[in-house]
């Protein structure tokens, strides 16, 4: 069993910035990829940006050049650094891990509980 531990939400004002982190209770014995992703009550959840080994780096198309993901596989943590935020961003915050916690739990999908990210204009 493993939870992921977000952090970081808030209500800002347009332009201001907020910095998301997530880490794992326990260690992940391999990752394939952190990301975030965001979700708009009656909407679909969407990707935001994905941290992937081997692979560059990735973000939506809404958030490239403002939000800025880290993370490090190895010590199974994931940031999200979100500048100059809009109205648009407002929406409930996941970080999402696919990984290996060991090698009979095989490769899974793991998700964190949700930060609300609030931007008043």
């Known amino acids: 069993q493993v939870q992921l531990e977000e952090s970081g939400g808030g209500l800002v004002q347009a332009g201001e910035s907020l910095r998301l982190s997530c880490k794992a209770s326990?260690?992940?014995?391999?990752?394939?990829?952190l990301a975030w992703y965001r979700q708009v009550p009656g909407k679909q959840r969407e990707f935001v940006a994905i941290?992937?080994?081997?692979?560059?780096?990735n973000y939506s198309q809404a958030v490239e050049g403002r939000f800025t993901i880290s993370g490090q596989f190895l010590e199974s943590w994931t940031d999200l650094q979100m500048n100059n935020l809009q109205p648009e961003d407002t929406a409930i915050y996941y970080c999402?891990?696919?990984?290996?916690?060991?090698?009979?739990?095989?490769?899974?999908?793991?998700w964190g509980q949700g930060t609300l990210v609030a931007v008043s204009s």
């Open positions: 326990r260690k992940f014995i391999s990752i394939l990829s």
């Open positions: 941290l992937a080994s081997q692979r560059p780096v």
């Open positions: 999402n891990v696919d990984g290996w916690i060991t090698e009979v739990s095989g490769q899974q999908n793991y």
